[in-house]
């Protein structure tokens, strides 16, 4: 688990009745090997292929990428309605992407 992550945890003060979704939670944003073998065979082809399969390529790496992020996003959305008002708020700050105005 990274820094970030224990971090979080810690900042949430989660509950013992919590602590089921937050290991889904972190089991689903956990980087996928999957995705990233596939990105890496993407990246090694592309210079191999002709214009309309590497666009075909791209095209299905990205569309694999949509089905991945709604599936994480649904993880993120089911963990978020477990916290309690405070918890979402810090939640809200902690993973808020470094360099963005939390006033916007």
Not at 21 to 36: E, K, L, N
Not at 77 to 96: G, H, S, V
Request: glycine share 2%.
């Amino acid at each position: 688990m990274s820094a970030e992550l224990i971090r979080l945890h810690d900042d949430l003060k989660l509950s013992d009745s919590q602590e089921a979704a937050w290991r889904d939670y972190t089991t689903a944003i956990a980087p996928d090997p999957q995705q990233q073998a596939r990105h890496r065979a993407t990246t090694e082809l592309l210079p191999l292929v002709p214009t309309p399969r590497r666009l075909a390529l791209i095209e299905a790496t990205m569309a694999q990428d949509a089905v991945d992020f709604r599936r994480q996003g649904a993880a993120v959305n089911a963990f978020y309605r477990q916290l309690t008002p405070a918890q979402q708020k810090t939640f809200d700050q902690d993973t808020l992407p470094q360099g963005s105005d939390p006033s916007l």
